[in-house]
């Protein structure tokens, strides 16, 4: 059974999904693998092909290593007991059949069980505080990984002596050092480790301002136009193309507002328009809107169905109401349900997403003909929501809107 196998039978048992096999992959070409692929190679190199694929040590290998590496991709995983994982199982399945000295004579085990230590420290030290440790860590690790080369590479001449059980290790090292190519081969080994730990270093630090700068920019992008509008353009750039659907309208909009901005300093106004919107917004919000917007005392929230903008509706007259009735102020609010046109509008350097089309003009008219403290609705929006509206409601006289042919009829809701 080849290494992929083993991957692709362990992604479907452990239900990896797309993005959970990339984060398994990265952990495996990152960490956990560097021992697997090192190891297979020695034991290649010294026994052939043939014998590696009918040992069952080495499947045993494998097997220890990708559950390690299930286990290190997840997000909330223990770094300094997770590399600790596939030398354990290892340990505890082989060891049964070798005995405790043979077992720890073999030298590639006691690599394994001292790289896996050595990377399971530093990793614990590096979670403890990332930003402050990663200069000094992240080196290090690379420069371990590197050791962990030159320590195979020593397994391998040291496996060519005809009984290395019994080959004085020391007499090995002092021939293992005294030579000048092997002395370049080791500093130059460490030097690259070096470098690619301080280049890994660059690319940790990058990432993490990459993120940052994202986070930032996609608060600003939902803030601008919505958590709807941001989602749908990840998924699908064409998304947002033109195209007619039916939404609920809501409009509210501070009564005398421009004259009490008149008599009161700027100050004032700002702070009270300020937190107007902060008590509004988390509660239109709460109703789960496609977009909210604020143009001076204005809000204008689109919602997909009537039921969602009339219950943000009354919620909404119930906060403006709190806040506002300190200044002497009321707000008047509307919704209305229809066909719009929906979209991103704008050039190619400013864009935003919102809808337009008679229904939306018709709600904002409805708007301003409504009292301070009262909703109003469409007959449209009564049709839709006929027996299912808990407060009670009476009948208008049908209004002459401005701008409109004819007249529209309109409910008002009563508490």
């Known amino acids: 059974m080849s290494t992929i196998s083993i991957l692709g039978q362990l992604n479907r048992s452990l239900g990896l999904s797309k993005s959970g ?18 190891k297979s190679l020695s034991d290649i190199t010294l026994d052939g092909w043939q014998s590696y694929f009918s040992s069952p040590a080495e499947y045993l290998l494998i097997f220890a290593m990708c559950i390690q590496t299930a286990y290190l991709s997840r997000a909330n995983a223990s770094r300094i ?41 530093l990793e614990g030290i590096y979670c403890f505080d990332p930003i402050k440790m990663e200069r000094w860590i992240i080196p290090l690790k690379s420069i371990f990984r590197m050791l962990m080369l030159l ?6 001449r040291l496996s060519e002596s ?23 081969l080791m500093g130059g080994m460490l030097v690259v480790g070096l470098l690619l730990g301080i280049r890994q270093l660059q690319v940790t630090v990058q990432e993490r301002q990459l993120k940052q700068t994202n986070s930032l920019l996609n608060r600003l992008a939902r803030w601008g136009m919505g958590n709807y509008a941001v989602n749908a353009f990840i998924a699908d750039r064409n998304g947002l193309s033109f195209e007619e659907r039916e939404r609920a309208i809501l409009f509210m909009d501070i009564r005398g507002f ?49 039921e969602q903008a009339v219950s943000a509706a ?47 003009n018709t709600a904002k008219r409805l708007e301003s003909s409504t009292a301070a403290g009262d909703i109003t609705i469409s007959d449209a929006v009564y049709k839709r929501l006929h027996g299912q509206i808990s407060v009670k409601t009476r009948s208008d006289l049908a209004l002459k809107l401005k701008g409109k042919m004819q007249s529209v009829k309109t409910w008002v809701l009563l508490e």
């Open 21 to 38: 096999m990339t984060d398994f992959l990265a952990e495996f070409l990152g960490n956990s693998g560097h021992f697997l692929i090192l």
């Open 162 to 184: 005809q009984n290395y059980f019994n080959f004085n290790r020391w007499l090995f090292f002092q021939e293992l050092t005294g030579k000048r190519s092997h002395l370049f």
């Open 258 to 306: 421009t004259s009490w901005c008149e008599q009161n300093q700027p100050q004032v106004v700002a702070e009270a328009l300020n937190q107007y919107y902060q008590q509004i917004e988390p509660v239109a919000v709460s109703f789960n809107p496609l977009r909210i917007s604020f143009t001076a005392d204005e809000v204008m929230a689109i919602y997909r169905t009537p």
């Open 314 to 360: 009354l919620a909404m007259q119930n906060v403006a109401k709190v806040v506002l009735s300190p200044y002497g102020l009321g707000a008047g609010c509307a919704v209305h349900y229809g066909s719009v046109i929906e979209g991103l509008f704008g050039g190619d350097d400013v864009r935003t997403y919102t809808v337009i089309g008679d229904v939306v």
């Open 81 to 121: 007991f997770g590399n600790l994982i596939g030398v354990s199982i290892y340990t505890l399945v082989d060891l049964p059949y070798d005995g405790l000295i043979a077992f720890f004579q073999e030298p590639s085990h006691t690599v394994f069980w001292i790289f896996s230590i050595s990377i399971s420290l």
């Open 151 to 156: 320590s195979f590479y020593s397994v391998v």
